[in-house]
């Protein structure tokens, strides 16, 4: 079937289709450029400088239902799309996968072996840029809903794969199993930190006491300009992740990097903060 333009899209030549379901993908990888409205993501306007162009490019390859369109071929840029580098040593992936709700997924660099945090869909792309940076030795997935082609991921490069004991069965093939506790240290410098509360099986990552992966638990919110958690979308149980995100208080962290949702960055002592702030407002819920 043809695809329907979202009149809600800025007139000229990029679009959204009305098959949009409204995951927020393509308005983290094109900001000013794509925005919700009327519970859709569409152009507000059209790229104007080749940064821009890029944006868009980045928005059709990591949109899950192939909904960001241009009206007529537009050449692909000559540059990097995907993987998209965040910060030292950690990009993100893109090809976000629709069975995960068009969650991000995220590979880290490391000397010990490389990460893929959450899963992609599969695609041949990504596979010859993993294989360069010299493969994946552990996949880590941070609950049953983003776990996507992690299977054929692991497959391809011979990765152990990691899930918490709750929700492995959205991960058979699974070779660690994660336990309620403290944290799990699985390499140097990488920690596990179960935070029941989305999931009963959800599992934050915490890598160098720098960068915080936390899967559905914890994210950005550029309205309220402040950490936000998903009640609407909590699928265990509220209680289970005030107490949960409020022990990950312990933990220090400057990057954010959700599955949905805005990513952040801040100094860690005003990270932990906001954090503690939020506990709170839960807690009065």
């Known amino acids: 079937m043809k695809p329907i333009r979202n009149t809600d899209s800025a007139s000229g030549e990029w679009y959204i289709d009305t098959a949009c379901i409204n995951c927020g993908a393509s308005r983290h990888v094109a900001p000013g450029l794509i925005v919700e409205r009327n519970d859709k993501s569409v152009f507000v306007r059209q790229p104007a400088t080749p940064e821009e162009q890029l944006d868009a490019w980045r928005a059709v390859l990591v949109c899950p239902t192939a909904s960001v369109r241009s009206e007529t071929k537009q050449p692909r840029p000559n540059a990097a799309i995907f993987p998209q580098q965040i910060t030292s040593g950690v990009w993100r992936c893109g090809f976000n996968a629709r069975s995960s709700f068009g969650a991000h997924s995220y590979f880290a660099a490391r000397p010990e072996g490389n990460l893929l945090i959450d899963s992609p869909r599969y695609a041949a792309e990504l596979v010859k840029w993993f294989d360069g940076a010299g493969g994946i030795a552990h996949i880590l997935l941070s609950h ?36 309620d506790g403290s944290a799990l240290s699985i390499a140097a410098g990488v920690r596990a930190i179960p935070v029941p509360g989305h999931t009963r099986g959800s599992v934050a990552y915490q890598l160098d006491d720098r960068v915080l992966f936390s899967g559905d638990s914890l994210a950005w919110s550029p309205r309220q300009q402040d950490l936000v958690a998903f009640r609407d979308a909590c699928w265990y149980s509220w209680t289970a992740l005030t107490e949960s995100l409020g022990k990950l208080a312990a933990y220090r962290f400057e990057w954010l990097l959700p599955g949905h949702g805005w990513h952040a960055h801040l100094q860690a002592a005003e990270m932990n903060a906001r954090l503690l702030a939020l506990v709170a407002r839960m807690r009065k819920d």
């Open 144 to 179: 049953r809903d983003d776990v996507a082609d992690a299977d054929k991921y692991a497959r391809q490069f011979g990765a152990r794969v990691w899930i918490h004991r709750e929700d492995v069965s959205a991960a058979p093939y699974a070779t660690d199993l994660l336990d």
